[in-house]
T-cell receptor, first 115, second 112 residues
Framework: DTGVSQDPRHKITKRGQNVTFRCDPI?????LYWYRQTLGQGPEFLTY????????KSRLLSDRFSAERPKGSFSTLEIQRTEQGDSAMYLC?????????????FGPGTRLTVL | GENVEQHPSTLSVQEGDSAVIKCTYS??????FPWYKQELGKRPQLIID?????GEKKDQRIAVTLNKTAKHFSLHITETQPEDSAVYFC???????????FGTGTRLTIIP
């Protein structure tokens, strides 16, 4: 499969625990995005990377959230001290910017449930 | 920032009929408008997009129209089929920005 992949697909955790998700973008894509989607809503932007540089973070991304893309390839999203309100689908997307904008391809998402 | 509103939230149409979903946006700088289809438990997939220098774009049974003056754009699906049943999201992005702002989605159900 040459598309965007995410791991794990599902994560159940207890409140207060830390979780980490991984995203592997399409190999030649230079931009990587994280979105969060709650039930019945559209995806909401969290952050994005141009290669290894994190260029923008949403106000939704509290201090408990951190994202990295250390070598400009895969990315991780960590949530510390999880809260029930963190329960959502976390979507990763990637794009290859060759003009002023290009299509974002989404991964299957990681569904987080915080008990 | 950009705000995108989408209507209706649910839509049921008879198989073979047409479906229309409408979105409005707030940021006049937005210049790219994709539409994503998301089936239950699956990833959003781009089905069609339009840039602000174009008023209409068509791809087989799917078309999108854009009215920049009124700041609204619409998705049209003709000759609907059961496999068109899904949640559809519109989105907008201003030039120079990177984050897609999505609408709240429309759950389309095709009645056989």
């Amino acid at each position: 499969d040459t598309g965007v992949s995410q791991d794990p697909r599902h994560k159940i955790t207890k409140r207060g625990q830390n979780v980490t998700f991984r995203c592997d973008p399409i190999s030649e894509h230079n931009r990587l995005y994280w979105y969060r989607q709650t039930l019945g809503q559209g995806p909401e932007f969290l952050t994005y990377f141009q290669n290894e540089a994190q260029l923008e973070k949403s106000r939704l991304l509290s201090d408990r959230f951190s994202a990295e893309r250390p070598k400009g390839s895969f990315s991780t999203l960590e949530i510390q001290r999880t809260e029930q309100g963190d329960s959502a689908m976390y979507l990763c997307a990637s794009s290859l910017v060759t003009e002023y904008f290009n299509e974002q391809f989404f991964g299957p998402g990681t569904r987080l449930t915080v008990l | 920032g950009e705000n995108v509103e989408q209507h209706p939230s649910t839509l049921s149409v008879q198989e073979g009929d047409s479906a229309v979903i409408k979105c409005t946006y707030s940021d006049s700088a937005s210049n790219y408008f994709p539409w994503y289809k998301q089936e239950l438990g699956k990833r959003p997939q781009l089905i069609i997009d339009i840039r602000s220098n174009v008023g209409e774009k068509k791809d087989q049974r799917i078309a999108v129209t854009l009215n920049k003056t009124a700041k609204h754009f619409s998705l049209h699906i003709t000759e609907t089929q059961p496999e068109d049943s899904a949640v559809y999201f519109c989105a907008a992005i201003p030039f120079g920005n990177e984050k897609l702002t999505f609408g709240t989605g429309t759950r389309l159900t095709i009645i056989p």
